[in-house]
């Protein structure tokens, strides 16, 4: 079945960098698009990148020009390069794969910016 497992997140003071990696298996990898999404506490969870099959990449509002979004289809893993963070940044993570019609989720890396 799909599994999702993010890791690399962590405490990073305001205007720091982290990268966040996904890895995924128990399905073609290359032949989807993949995502990231974030939920702040008392927030819903939102959209904060997204990458084709292809490598077409796409960003929410408030992180683009920020966050990068990549993947490496030969180890199957998806990244997350974040850089200039902001306070607003704190959430928690979460790697997205939609798979014959089936969302999954990883369990999600937790994010804190400090001041």
């Known amino acids: 079945q799909v599994q999702l497992v993010e890791s690399g997140g962590g405490l990073v003071q305001s205007g720091g960098s982290l990268r966040l990696s996904c890895a995924a298996s128990?399905?073609?990898?290359?032949?989807?698009?993949l995502g990231w999404y974030r939920q702040a506490p008392w927030k819903e969870r939102e959209v904060v990148a997204g990458?084709?099959?292809?490598?077409?990449?796409s960003y929410g509002d408030s992180v683009k020009g920020r966050f990068t979004i990549s993947r490496d289809n030969a180890k199957n893993m998806l990244y997350l390069q974040m850089n200039n963070l902001k306070l607003e940044d704190t959430a928690v993570y979460y790697c997205?794969?939609?798979?014959?019609?089936?969302?999954?989720w990883g369990q999600g890396t937790q994010v804190t910016v400090f001041p």
């Open positions: 997205n794969a939609v798979v014959s019609g089936v969302s999954s």
């Open positions: 128990g399905f073609s990898f290359s032949s989807y698009g």
């Open positions: 990458i084709t099959s292809g490598g077409v990449t």
